[in-house]
């Protein structure tokens, strides 16, 4: 992981086990597939980040082997997680694997909407301390980044926009609809179809017969 610039990003996607991700979105496809719902979210979720210019490299902690293969063939570095909840994932990735010495950004893995283009925006907007994108409710936390020199500190977990702000991060206000937008629920799913979904989601729900088409003009495939 050395050797890169401190002015690129390196981001750090936490994945759960399949196996118990997005327990409260159960219901929205047929539970045999649920889990590869949540494979195909995860999966645009890396697509995107990893076709950010201002990303150099993406670190996916996780020890559900089927989800490593995936974001491997995606081009993601994976690493184990260190047990201890969702906040030692993301310390682990951004503070010890890539280290202080670098940019570091966490992201949480269910954003299938997000385009390139709104993360390298926030990342512009990031600036060299701890900053942090709101979800679309205002309540959660879709991004936290912190530059070289600067601990993660994360805390996420309900109501961690609050507990964000009130550890000094700075909020970041611009207007990237997909990245704030997370799934949790089936009714953020039908959300995330209107923004416009990447191909891995759509394709799920195309061959579930849920959806004709969720990806506008204009969105990368």
Known sequence: MGGVSATEWTAVVPVKKLSAAKSRLRGAVADARHEELALAMMSDTVTSIGACDQVSDVIVVTDDHRAAAVVRALGAYVVADPGGGLNAAMRFGADQVAGPGRRRVVLTGDLPALRPAELGAALLA???????????????????????????????????????????????????????????????????LALGAGKHTCALLRDLGLTAECVPAGRPR
């Open 126 to 192: 990031a600036g060299p301390g701890r900053a942090f994108v709101a979800d679309a409710a205002g309540s959660g936390t879709v991004l936290l980044s912190c530059g070289t020199g600067t601990a993660l500190d994360p805390h996420f977990g309900p109501g961690s926009a609050a507990a964000h702000a009130a550890s000094g991060a700075r909020p970041l206000t611009g207007d990237w609809p997909g990245l704030r937008q997370d799934v949790d629920t089936p009714a953020d799913l039908s959300t995330v």
